[in-house]
T-cell receptor, first 116, second 112 residues
Framework: GAVVSQHPSWVICKSGTSVKIECRSLDFQATTMFWYRQFPKQSLMLMAT?????????EQGVEKDKFLINHASLTLSTLTVTSAHPEDSSFYICSAFDSQQQREQYFGPGTRLTVT | QKEVEQNSGPLSVPEGAIASLNCTYS??????FFWYRQYSGKSPELIMF????GDKEDGRFTAQLNKASQYVSLLIRDSQPSDSATYLC????????????FGSGTQLTVLP
């Protein structure tokens, strides 16, 4: 099956700093990538849809200036959490979808962010 | 607002039994339906998807879709302790973007 990687798998940062998370599709070109956030014992909440070469579409209530998304190539999307606060601590998961091949969404392994 | 509802559980079944997981969705225009399994601390992995009314079988798993009732279910036959996880129902409401709306998940425990 399709492989999606994320880096880093976990990160601890201090309040006020920024953290960048990378999502890569390893064996297919991902025209669309999705970023989700999951708090403990809760379901996945879609944060934004990232389309290659265009601006991301953010879900209602997600601050676009705080969660910067860049999808500069067909295999890489990045999520930068700017001026992180403890309430941003969560499990961030990306998924990738190849709209040309009509393959299903495949999820990355996730990134555990802890803000101290 | 498009919603996906699942019983949060926990659901416990003995090893070898059939586990039945249920999901309802609010939008009749929904086009595709997915079941994901998520182990604690891990990201979801796709188990099955179904697009048409009826049953779809894959090994020990059977997905059932009833669009008239806006209901989708997952049956796990011969349940194993390794099936113990949270099962997420996800619905695509259409469009080329393939955005998914997830239910809150059902926690399944298979007792040895």
């Amino acid at each position: 099956g399709a492989v999606v990687s994320q880096h880093p798998s976990w990160v601890i940062c201090k309040s006020g700093t920024s953290v960048k998370i990378e999502c890569r599709s390893l064996d297919f070109q991902a025209t669309t990538m999705f970023w989700y956030r999951q708090f403990p014992k809760q379901s996945l909440m879609l944060m934004a849809t990232s389309n290659e070469g265009s601006k991301a579409t953010y879900e209602q209530g997600v601050e676009k200036d705080k969660f910067l998304i860049n999808h500069a190539s067909l295999t890489l999307s990045t999520l930068t959490v700017t001026s992180a606060h403890p309430e941003d601590s969560s499990f961030y998961i990306c998924s990738a979808f190849d709209s040309q091949q009509q393959r299903e969404q495949y999820f990355g392994p996730g990134t555990r962010l802890t803000v101290t | 607002q498009k919603e996906v509802e699942q019983n949060s559980g926990p659901l416990s079944v003995p090893e070898g039994a059939i586990a039945s997981l249920n999901c309802t969705y609010s939008d009749r225009g929904s086009q595709s339906f997915f079941w994901y399994r998520q182990y604690s601390g891990k990201s979801p992995e796709l188990i099955m998807f179904i697009y048409s009314n009826g049953d779809k079988e894959d090994g020990r798993f059977t997905a059932q879709l009833n669009k008239a009732s806006q209901y989708v279910s997952l049956l796990i036959r011969d349940s194993q302790p390794s099936d113990s996880a949270t099962y997420l129902c996800a619905v695509n409401y259409g469009g080329s973007a393939r955005q998914l709306t997830f239910g809150s998940g059902t926690q399944l425990t298979v007792l040895p």
